[in-house]
């Protein structure tokens, strides 16, 4: 794994608000991380009712933008283990620039032949907490190209959102109607071959293509909550006895729900 950052990659991670890291995992670790994907969302898939896969509808909309399961770690021991790694807690939050970093929740992101386009959004509005410093990994197992829904940004959204964000709907550009201001800085394109990660800030503005090929685009990603962080209100992911426990500015540090991964010594 290649988790040793440089100071260019902080640097270019704070300034522009994600980073993309070539070969982040070696063909073995690749291999592996494929393999533990593709069985937790066959496994996950067998669950009719989780609310935790959003294929119940095959003929939606979102259903076809990709295959989403989340909280694959809390399931399957493989990728808890691939999940719980201190190298990638270090990663995040080395280029986030914080003390510690608590798994927010992980998800696979399966864009599926002939899938639709990832409409523009922010991450961090929809997530229980509000953090500038909020940050999400995705790693690529194919090969993420122009034609298959590569990721794409909005370089340096990430200092100028205001919390405000649009849902990942039928309209790919709705982002722009809250944020009309940004149309006039250009798309960074992003592809990236398999074992890639990249990394970015929870505000910074993002979307993929459709995919116009016949096969797959999958993606194991994270997303990781600074430690300290405290309840904003939103439910989001959290288990609905935890959630009706919460008042706004209580600080989320279950260790089950949201483990703390690393801490800076
Ligand atoms: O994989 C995609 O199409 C979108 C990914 C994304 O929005 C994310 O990882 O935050
Ligand atoms: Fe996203």
Request: glycine share 8%; net charge negative; hydrophobic share 35%.
């Amino acid at each position: 794994m290649k988790n040793r950052l440089t100071a260019e990659q902080i640097a270019s991670y704070r300034d522009n608000g994600f980073l993309i890291i070539e070969g982040f995992l070696d063909d073995q670790e690749l291999e592996i991380w494929r393999k533990t994907t593709d069985q937790a969302v066959a496994d996950r898939m067998t669950d009719s009712d989780s609310g935790l896969h959003n294929q119940t509808n095959k003929d939606s909309y979102y259903s076809q933008v990709f295959t989403q399961c989340i909280k694959l770690a809390d399931t399957d021991e493989s990728m808890r283990t691939l999940m719980h790694d201190p190298r990638l807690g270090e990663v995040a939050g080395t280029l986030a620039g914080v003390d510690g970093i608590r798994i927010w929740h992980d998800q696979a992101l399966i864009k599926p032949p002939y899938g639709n386009p990832t409409g523009w959004h922010l991450d961090n509005p929809y997530w229980s907490f509000s953090s500038r410093d909020a940050i999400s990994m995705w790693i690529a197992l194919d090969d993420a190209t122009l034609t298959n829904g590569c990721l794409a940004y909005i370089p340096g959204t990430h200092k100028l959102a205001r919390f405000e964000n649009s849902g990942i709907g039928e309209n790919f550009g709705a982002l722009f109607k809250v944020y009309p201001e940004w149309l006039a800085i250009d798309p960074v394109i992003c592809p990236c071959p398999a074992g890639s990660a990249v990394f970015h800030n929870g505000l910074t503005a993002h979307g993929a293509g459709a995919n116009i090929t016949n096969k797959m685009r999958r993606a194991m990603t994270c997303a990781y909550m600074p430690d300290g962080s405290t309840f904003n209100g939103l439910q989001n992911v959290l288990p609905k006895e935890y959630f009706e426990s919460l008042r706004v500015g209580d600080v989320l540090d279950d260790d089950i729900i949201n483990p703390l991964i690393w801490k800076r010594q």
